[in-house]
């Protein structure tokens, strides 16, 4: 199945948008990405009613297996990246070899910029907020698929 041109034109101006974006969110104190993870929490626990009718109309699942393994794993997996957050974005100190003992070695994570995120269809909350979650902590923008 091809786009059309309109279609095309249109992902290539979301993309576009959020490169831009990107460089923001890249230079971004690690406290804006704390709060998008709670904004983003808060917004999972004012829709979860929502969620799980719609997991439910379109696959089926119960309720009690939509919040298990749906919302609540969720829950956890944003107190987690909360938790480590802030080590995760600091300098980790490197060892060095014979050549370089005067030199200071660190490793630094950096965002990567713009992710894509495809949803997939068995787990479709879970799978796609569990890789958002990882890139909002990165530091990086998101297109949801």
């Excluded at 199945?1 to 690690?30: G, H, T, Y």
């Excluded at 929490?41 to 089926?60: C, G, M, N, Q, V």
Aim: glycine residues 4%.
């Amino acid at each position: 199945m091809s786009l059309s041109e309109s279609q095309q034109n249109n992902i290539r101006d979301l993309f576009n948008s959020q490169k831009k974006n990107a460089a923001i969110v890249k230079a971004s104190p690690i406290s804006s990405r704390k709060e998008k993870l709670k904004r983003l929490k808060a917004a999972i626990e004012s829709f979860e009613e929502e969620i799980i009718a719609a997991l439910h109309k379109d696959l089926r699942k119960p309720a009690f297996e939509s919040c298990v393994w749906e919302i609540y794993l969720m829950y956890g997996e944003i107190d987690h990246a909360l938790k480590h957050l802030p080590d995760w974005a600091k300098p980790h100190q490197m060892p060095s070899h014979l050549m370089m003992l005067m030199n200071d070695n660190k490793l630094m994570y950096e965002p990567k910029g713009v992710c894509l995120i495809v949803g997939p269809w068995n787990f479709p909350f879970q799978l796609t907020i569990g890789p958002l979650i990882s890139s909002i902590a990165a530091g990086n923008c998101s297109i949801i698929k």
